[in-house]
């Protein structure tokens, strides 16, 4: 199956000031530019070099304008957004300003492209001033050779550019962008943001005094070569996006999710934009017409991506994969001990065979109370993005390990406005709280032997007070009121023989008391865990929450979105372990009024959790059926664009 062609070669914020294969581009560029301008230039005639071509006319000179809300200097257009931003405004905008970044199987193919073609860096040799070579040594100087990964930038034209490679023969340089697809079948060899990226490889190579003609595309898949010629329009095309990357930089505003498009069938980005359900909430409370770009000349579907996609009523497209297939790795054998052998992770516990996780399938790994990860494998961890989380023996979630924070600073910014604004922090914690009280309600309804009308009338009631509330003070308060009313009843969801040996004496923790409170503590330590990882993957700060304020390594926010999956997720694991045998009254240990889960009970229990988290459901708004972890990434990721100001409102996950 086809796909967006996509470039994986990395680019960087920095306006160029890199040497060039000995060469410091920038530094020639603004000495040009500032040449050109005091002589109010007419026309671009490269001054190092008599056979390079000048230029059709005179293009503006580029200003570095500052990134807003970061004080990161964007000066150059790096090529490939020239690319994405042709393909979707709003993909140039994750990448680029919101440093967003999601590999799919198209990206990895990308990156194993370039990888091959960029293992070895090959300068590409100054371009020539002097006069047609004479003798035999000059001429041997010319005969061609191949640059491989070179770096130019052009202030002036306010691009930059990695290229592939560089072909030179005579005074000719012809650049070779790599390409992991097949070439399309459109009559110019190439889809628009394609040409447009070569066609910027082409201007910098002009404008570093090559003379260069054309470009070329390379599709490694069917191993073909696509000339791109360089018509003026084409010039005209690619100067624009450039500046159109600028002005959306300096607007520092997402651009919204195209409509409806085929093109998001295969973008990598589709999980964090989120298109369609964007655009569905959207049109809750404001119905803005959001176009397609007229401009853009890629047909309707054209990789016949869109063949196969369920569309629910709603509209709303799933256009990411349901489930995660990578698993958590869970170590609890006290005194394990975990090394990296090449791509695998290997568990080592006294007296046991060792146990082996690979790399690749592995999602985050969650250590509990005395288990020792080498550096190696640590460091290995982080590099790949893994992280390592550590619970204390009991099952206190302590914190985490992982690589570098999320780049998307835009977001951290705004989320730290909205805590500071007490109105919008009511307005999040209103909805975290009945969303949460309603779904206990719907739990004891659908699970209770002989539910209470009582008791559900009455936490009706205070979810719609919870809606109301004037402030976060009341809010605990009705908060409080409704976990008594729930657990008061939460017993009645208990079946099955032995559950007389299960008491509760309401909910209490720290260290809990009694069977079912040391299930439902850890339980929601587990849950901790996961909604730590999904804010975390959004680029929030777990730290800061809305309804639960700062206090000192808790992770307030997990907390905050926690709260309506309270019972969906926890509870339900709890009374599903307790009805089906899963755990019975004598897997617990009983010390100083303290009870708490032997480590075979913990294990099946960890193993209910996770066969919950990874069991789909219909999703209350959007009517498609994705795993229960992807659900909480995609409720993380819609409250960062609440936060972002792209939506007017959280939406709830309320089940029915
Ligand atoms: S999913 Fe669609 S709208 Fe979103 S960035 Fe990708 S192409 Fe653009």
Request: hydrophobic residues 40%; neutral net charge; contains cysteine.
């Amino acid at each position: 199956m086809a796909q967006k062609a996509t470039c994986t070669a990395s680019w960087s914020h920095a306006p160029g000031i890199e040497p060039l294969q000995g060469r410091h581009c920038v530094t020639d560029d603004a000495k040009n530019a500032a040449a050109l301008a005091a002589k109010g230039a007419e026309e671009l005639v490269d001054p190092a070099s008599a056979r390079a071509k000048p230029l059709p006319r005179q293009l503006p000179v580029v200003r570095g304008p500052d990134l807003p809300g970061t004080g990161a200097a964007l000066v150059l257009a790096p090529a490939r957004m020239i690319n994405e931003v042709l393909y979707c405004e709003r993909l140039m905008y994750l990448e680029f300003v919101q440093g967003e970044w999601a590999d799919n199987v198209f990206t990895v193919d990308g990156q194993v492209v370039h990888r091959k073609v960029n293992e070895e860096v090959k300068p590409l040799r100054p371009a020539r001033t002097a006069p047609p070579p004479e003798s035999d040594e000059e001429v041997e100087e010319e005969r061609p050779y191949v640059a491989r990964s070179v770096w130019l930038s052009s202030e002036r034209l306010g691009i930059t550019a990695k290229i592939d490679l560089v072909e030179v023969e005579g005074g000719n340089v012809v650049p070779v962008e790599y390409k992991r697809s097949t070439r399309p079948d459109v009559p110019e060899g190439a889809y628009l943001p394609e040409r447009a990226q070569v066609c910027a490889q082409v201007l910098l190579l002009r404008e570093h005094g090559y003379a260069c003609d054309s470009g070329e595309i390379y599709y490694a898949k069917d191993r073909q070569r696509v000339p791109i010629a360089m018509p003026e329009w084409l010039i005209d095309r690619t100067l624009q996006a450039a500046a159109r990357i600028r002005e959306l930089a300096l607007k520092g505003e997402l651009p919204p999710p195209l409509d409806d498009s085929p093109k998001c069938h295969g973008c990598s980005l589709v999980g964090i934009c989120l298109p369609d359900e964007t655009r569905a909430l959207a049109r809750d409370e404001e119905p803005a017409e959001l176009e397609d770009d007229p401009s853009f000349d890629v047909g309707d579907d054209p990789w016949g991506l869109a063949v196969g996609i369920e569309r629910p009523e709603r509209g709303v497209r799933r256009l990411f994969p349901a489930r995660d297939d990578k698993l958590p790795v869970y170590v609890q054998t006290q005194g394990a001990a975990i090394r990296l052998e090449g791509e695998r992770l290997i568990v080592q516990s006294k007296g046991e065979n060792a146990r082996e996780a690979r790399l690749t399938n592995t999602s985050h790994v969650a250590l509990y109370g005395s288990v020792n990860l080498s550096t190696p494998a640590l460091r290995t961890l982080l590099d790949r993005g893994i992280p390592v989380l550590f619970f204390s023996y009991g099952g206190w979630f302590t914190g985490q390990a992982s690589g570098h924070d999320s780049k998307n600073v835009e977001l951290r910014l705004a989320q730290y406005a909205a805590t500071q604004d007490r109105e919008r922090c009511l307005k999040l914690a209103r909805g975290f709280v009945s969303s949460k009280i309603s779904n206990c309600r719907t739990l004891l309804r659908r699970n209770h032997a002989k539910p209470d009308a009582i008791a559900l009338s009455e936490l009706k009631q205070l979810a719609r007070k919870a809606r109301e509330a004037e402030a976060i003070e009341s809010l605990l308060g009705i908060e409080g009121t409704a976990a008594r009313r729930y657990f008061a009843e939460f017993a009645g969801m208990l079946k099955g023989t032995g559950i007389s040996e299960f008491d509760l004496e309401g909910r209490n923790r720290r260290p809990p008391r009694d069977p079912i409170n040391a299930l439902l503590s850890f339980t929601y330590s587990l849950l901790t865990k996961e909604l730590t990882l999904a804010i975390r993957a959004v680029g929030l700060d777990a730290l800061l929450g809305f309804y639960h304020q700062p206090h000192f390594g808790r992770p307030s926010l997990a907390l905050d979105l926690m709260e309506e999956f309270r019972p969906v997720i926890a509870d339900s694991v709890v009374i599903g372990a307790i009805n089906t045998g899963v755990v019975k009254s004598d897997d617990f240990v009983r010390a100083a009024g303290a009870v708490a889960l032997t480590t075979p009970a913990r294990k099946r229990l960890i193993l209910a959790f996770e066969r919950r988290m990874d069991s789909l459901v219909t999703h209350p708004i959007f009517d498609y059926r994705i795993s229960y972890r992807r659900v909480l990434e995609v409720q993380a990721r819609l409250l960062s664009r609440v936060l972002l100001g792209e939506l007017p409102r959280y939406p709830e996950f309320r089940i029915r």
